[in-house]
């Protein structure tokens, strides 16, 4: 038997195949229980499936959201893919995922790939997005969804954590062991000045120091966002005559990269330093000791994300009152040893 067709079905159903096409598409006009039932009973028995490709070009919407992450290696990044895979399954839609590795020129071309192939909408978890990248997503009048940074025009639409309250919130708790004052891990220079989770979490550090009455000054070091770049930067800053008695990191992979280092410098943490992170990895339950970090319901956010993105109302569990383009979540703290807390607590 050759390609099984939608005509195939309606004839077999005894119908048109307009109601075919409502029954596979659940609309847009509503279709009787039992008619459904024989199209469906037809669809059983033929073995169709439905050209994707084709009603993709019909609707000019196809069942795909396209995500592009910065980094997919990075811990925090891959689970927050896997809670966006997850709410579009859940939805019946499937993800594209692309890495741009923090690079404007891979972030266009992901823009482009997904665009082209008419996703019904987009989630970028983006350090910017680049001017070309801007200009991409106006060319294509697509939907976007900022993930995880604050959106910088009026018209864009954002789920984004209260960044600056959890870091703010994490120093101060590393301050409430009596340590003289907390240093901080910051991003590099090229981490944009504003909007971005890292520059906000060296804002919430700030602003619980300077709440304390303690200057920053020179206690601010710069560092890439992964582990490996912490462990190096760490191995120098610990091996110094100035060794901070706490530190609060932007990540939670920069504080796995410092809990490394000081081990290797035989440094007894929290003995001798309090270490902090931020995103509550699943990796961090596990580190030694166990890693104090601030944490958010992740799920939650890619459900709002995946919602924004496909064009419905999103449910908002836990979201703070915000402006209709921005979802802000609250933070949690997740108190745990390495900040010199006790197990039990």
Same mark, same amino acid.
């Not at 090229?190 to 304390?212: I, L, S």
């Given at each position: ?5 939608? =005509?195939?079905?309606?004839?077999l ?43 993709a070009m ?20 891959a ?46 978890i ?9 200009a991409?997503? =106006?060319?294509? =009048? ?12 009026? &018209? ?11 870091a ?5 708790h ?8 907390v240093?901080c891990?910051?991003?590099?220079? /090229? ?16 602003r ?7 200057s ?19 191995? &120098? ?41 931020? =995103? ?12 104090? /970090? ?33 979802r802000?979540?609250?933070v ?11 197990? &039990?607590?």
């Amino acid at each position: 038997m050759g390609k099984v067709t939608r =005509d195939d079905v309606a004839r077999l159903a005894g119908t048109s195949t307009a109601v075919v096409s409502y029954v596979i598409n659940n609309g847009p006009r509503p279709v009787a229980a039992s008619t459904r039932e024989r199209v469906l009973a037809a669809i059983r028995e033929l073995g169709y499936r439905p050209d994707r490709v084709a009603q993709a070009m019909a609707s000019q919407r196809t069942d795909l959201i396209g995500l592009i992450v910065p980094d997919a290696r990075q811990p925090f990044f891959a689970e927050m893919a896997h809670a966006v895979e997850q709410a579009a399954a859940e939805r019946g839609k499937m993800v594209l995922v692309g890495n741009s590795d923090y690079l404007d020129e891979r972030e266009v071309h992901y823009l482009r790939a997904f665009l082209g192939m008419r996703v019904s909408g987009l989630v970028l978890i983006s350090s910017g997005p680049s001017e070309r990248a801007a200009a991409e997503i =106006d060319a294509w =009048d697509a939907r976007v969804v900022l993930l995880h940074r604050r959106p910088e025009a009026v &018209d864009e639409v954002a789920v984004v954590l209260d960044d600056v309250d959890g870091a703010q919130r994490v120093t101060q708790h590393l301050l409430g062991h009596g340590h003289p004052y907390v240093a901080c891990l910051g991003g590099l220079e /090229t981490t944009p000045k504003w909007g971005d989770p890292v520059t906000d979490h060296v804002t919430g550090w700030r602003r619980a120091m300077e709440a304390a009455g303690l200057s920053t000054e020179d206690r601010l070091f710069p560092c890439a966002y992964n582990r490996y770049d912490a462990y190096r930067v760490a191995l &120098d800053l610990l091996s110094g005559p100035d060794r901070p008695p706490a530190l609060v990191c932007a990540t939670d992979d920069q504080a796995i990269g410092v809990l490394r280092a000081a081990r290797e410098l035989r440094i007894d943490v929290p003995g001798e330093l309090a270490v902090a992170g931020f =995103d509550d990895v699943k990796e961090a339950a596990l580190t030694d000791p166990p890693l104090t /970090t601030v944490g958010s319901d992740r799920e939650a956010m890619a459900r709002a994300a995946v919602d924004l993105a496909i064009g419905e109302p999103a449910s908002g569990e836990g979201e703070r009152p915000a402006p209709d383009r921005i979802r802000q979540f609250p933070v949690t703290l997740r108190i745990r040893q390495s900040c010199g807390c006790p197990a &039990d607590s």
